[in-house]
């Protein structure tokens, strides 16, 4: 059985920073893309950003980028999203995300893409 698990979630100030963990067990993923999206209280689940498992190739949405850092550890099959500079904005639960297709060209932006999710992990920054 495939299992995806968060960690690091919080509540930090605006312009602080979280690091959230995602670590897979099970069925191996190590061949499979990964995403994290996040969802805000009656909005709907938005992509935030993704890694290629081959090659490493990061993905993020405009709203994040140069602020987030997503990041692999291959030995503990794991990804990791540094978060810096965190506004209020980015409160939200978050959501990390396996796609099982291999071989596709880019990233899926799309939560209906993937096939694999974590619980979640809540992530508040307060002013």
């Known amino acids: 059985q495939v299992q995806l698990v968060e960690s690091g979630g919080g509540l930090v100030q605006t312009g602080g920073s979280l690091r959230l963990s995602c670590a897979a067990s099970?069925?191996?993923?190590?061949?499979?893309?990964r995403g994290w999206f996040r969802q805000a209280p009656g909005k709907e689940r938005e992509f935030v950003a993704a890694?290629?498992?081959?090659?490493?190739?990061?993905y993020y949405v405009d709203s994040v980028k140069g602020r987030f850092t997503l990041s692999r550890d291959n030995a503990k099959n794991t990804v990791y999203l540094q978060m810096n500079s965190l506004k209020p904005e980015d409160t939200a639960v978050y959501y990390c995300?396996?796609?099982?297709?291999?071989?596709?060209?880019?990233?899926?932006?799309?939560?209906?893409?993937?096939?694999?999710w974590g619980q979640g992990t809540q992530v508040t920054v307060s002013l």
């Open positions: 099970g069925r191996t993923l190590r061949n499979y893309d």
């Open positions: 890694i290629k498992w081959s090659g490493g190739k990061t």
């Open positions: 995300a396996a796609d099982a297709v291999l071989g596709r060209v880019g990233i899926m932006t799309a939560a209906s893409d993937y096939d694999y």
